[in-house]
Nanobody, 126 residues
Framework: QVQLVESGGGLVQDGGSLLLSCAAS????????RGWFRQAPGKEREFVAA????????YYGDSVKGRFTISRDNAKDTVHLQMNSLKPEDTAVYYC???????????????????WGQGTQVTVSS
């Protein structure tokens, strides 16, 4: 079964840090663009960050720029999201995603990703 498996979520205090990971299972996603999205209760899914497979170009949502860092380990087919200076408004379920053909024009649009993980909860307490 083809899967993306997130890990690393949890409860952290305001100003704290967490490292999320997204590992591939069942197939390789090494040549895919990888992204992170999040969804808080009652809100739409929001783009967080993405990284291309070939050149490793990164993209960030405005609300996380300067605080979050996306990276990929191609040898392990894993993507990481280092989250620093966390705020209560970062509380959400975080999803990793992958797509082979998404372009930079649509890289922030969740509708253009074909593969998704099950999500991991991140809760930031004030």
């Amino acid at each position: 079964q083809v899967q993306l498996v997130e890990s690393g979520g949890g409860l952290v205090q305001d100003g704290g840090s967490l490292l999320l990971s997204c590992a591939a299972s069942g197939r390789t996603f090494m040549t895919y663009t990888r992204g992170w999205f999040r969804q808080a209760p009652g809100k739409e899914r929001e783009f967080v960050a993405a990284i291309t497979w070939s050149s490793g170009i990164t993209y960030y949502g405005d609300s996380v720029k300067g605080r979050f860092t996306i990276s990929r380990d191609n040898a392990k087919d894993t993507v990481h999201l280092q989250m620093n200076s966390l705020k209560p408004e970062d509380t959400a379920v975080y999803y990793c995603a992958a797509d082979k053909s998404v372009t930079r024009y649509y890289i922030r649009d969740s509708r253009h990703y074909d593969y998704w993980g099950q999500g991991t909860q991140v809760t930031v307490s004030s």
